[in-house]
């Protein structure tokens, strides 16, 4: 009696399985189908993607560069399969490990890294989501298998479309939509939560001795198996950049900046320059809010560092900075910086109203 209940149990335990692993492939709630994956679980849809596609170039950083590099950009497509594999969010040691995931096969040829201040941020963690354990493996983990396919997660998304949130394109980038006309207002919030306690970004920065290790890795990984590295700091909004100075952290850049290309050179796209410096305004073309730079801005970055740039890129906009210039150039820095809060009297009287240390 009790075989026979065990045996009807079973079976219909594997009946509803089934059942419910075919609805999952027909709706692809995670998106691993039909798009690049849903943005909300980019810590294991990427890592599946990267085994999926092989890449001969990733582009690897935060959401900055999964919004604003294009890894379609001809020049790009120049060195084979593409994949953008920015994770949003992620710290510096985050990025080193989904490197040496990419790094796994003998198919990646080059990797473009953007170093985002704040991810070498020693009190910053990983985020949720992040495991090392699928990280390096060819085939997906058990537990993300089910967690995917066969859980009641799965399940809510099926029943509930709208709580699916933004997928990837194919290709690992995304969009935002930003309300032109709340601009100055998404610039104000997006700011004031960079410097709060929560986000882990600014509060307390203090650069340690790991992170510098995890790019290090990064770089010796990248000689070992002859793969082209090209590294640059990216481009935030003047705004942003004068309110992390305005809040005592211009010392901790420039001696992160420093520590930087003591281990490899670097294109430095921050700064108070002509793209960074645009108007805060409805129809801005440069960014969407003080972080994220547009496909245009994108593009201008990848031409600068392949040697490929047209008229539309400004000369100040992209320095090649070594152990050699780097006084030269964080002294540029502050004059440009200087310069431009001298000229904008009413945005600087801006960004102090805004709160910077809550």
């Known amino acids: 009696m009790y075989s026979n209940f065990l045996k009807t149990f079973l079976s219909f335990s594997s009946i509803c399985l089934a059942?419910?692993?075919?609805?999952?492939?027909?709706?692809?709630?995670?998106?691993?189908?039909?798009?690049?994956?849903?943005?909300?679980?980019?810590?294991?849809?990427?890592?599946?993607?990267?085994?999926?596609?092989?890449?001969?170039?990733?582009?690897m950083g935060s959401s900055g560069i999964a919004r604003g590099l294009d890894p379609d950009h001809p020049i790009l497509l120049e060195k084979g399969v593409t994949y953008n594999l920015g994770i949003l969010g992620a710290n510096i040691y985050e990025i080193e490990q989904y490197f040496r995931h990419a790094a796994a096969g003998d198919d990646l040829n080059t990797a473009i890294v953007s170093l985002d201040f704040y991810a070498f941020n020693g009190l910053r963690e990983v985020r949720p989501g992040f495991s090392e354990a699928r990280l390096g493996s060819q085939t997906i983990l058990p537990q993300?298998?089910?967690?995917?396919?066969?859980?009641?997660?799965?399940?809510?998304?099926?029943?509930?479309?709208?709580?699916?949130?933004?997928?990837?394109?194919?290709?690992?980038?995304?969009?935002?939509?930003?309300?032109?006309?709340?601009?100055?207002?998404?610039?104000?919030?997006?700011?004031?939560?960079?410097?709060?306690?929560?986000?882990?970004?600014?509060?307390?920065?203090?650069?340690?001795?790991?992170?510098?290790?995890?790019?290090?890795?990064?770089?010796?990984?990248a000689e070992a198996k002859e793969i082209e590295v090209e590294t640059f700091i990216p481009p935030l909004h003047v705004s942003l950049f004068y309110a992390a100075k305005l809040t005592g952290h211009w010392p901790d850049y420039q001696q992160w900046l420093r520590s930087i290309v003591a281990i490899e050179p670097v294109w430095d796209f921050s700064g108070c320059n002509s793209i960074t410096a645009e108007t805060i305004r409805s129809d801005m073309k440069n960014f969407d809010d003080p972080s994220h730079y547009t496909y245009k801005v994108g593009d201008?970055?990848?031409?600068?560092?392949?040697?490929?740039?047209?008229?539309e890129v400004p000369e100040d906009f992209g320095v090649y900075?070594?152990?050699?210039?780097?006084?030269?150039?964080?002294?540029?820095i502050q004059e440009q910086c200087e310069a431009w809060q001298q000229q904008n009297p009413e945005i600087v009287r801006w960004i102090e109203t805004l709160n910077l240390e809550n």
């Open 300 to 311: 201008m970055i990848i031409e600068r560092m392949f040697g490929r740039v047209s008229a």
């Open 321 to 332: 900075v070594t152990s050699e210039n780097i006084d030269e150039h964080l002294e540029q």
């Open 144 to 221: 993300d298998f089910f967690g995917l396919f066969l859980s009641l997660d799965s399940l809510r998304l099926i029943f509930n479309p709208e709580q699916r949130g933004s997928y990837f394109s194919k290709k690992g980038t995304y969009a935002q939509h930003v309300d032109p006309e709340r601009r100055k207002e998404v610039f104000a919030i997006e700011i004031e939560e960079d410097f709060s306690r929560e986000e882990d970004m600014y509060w307390a920065y203090q650069t340690s001795t790991e992170t510098l290790n995890s790019f290090q890795n990064i770089v010796e990984i």
């Open 19 to 59: 059942t419910v692993l075919a609805i999952n492939f027909f709706v692809d709630p995670y998106g691993l189908r039909k798009s690049g994956g849903r943005v909300n679980n980019d810590r294991v849809v990427k890592a599946i993607q990267v085994n999926r596609l092989q890449p001969n170039l990733v582009a």
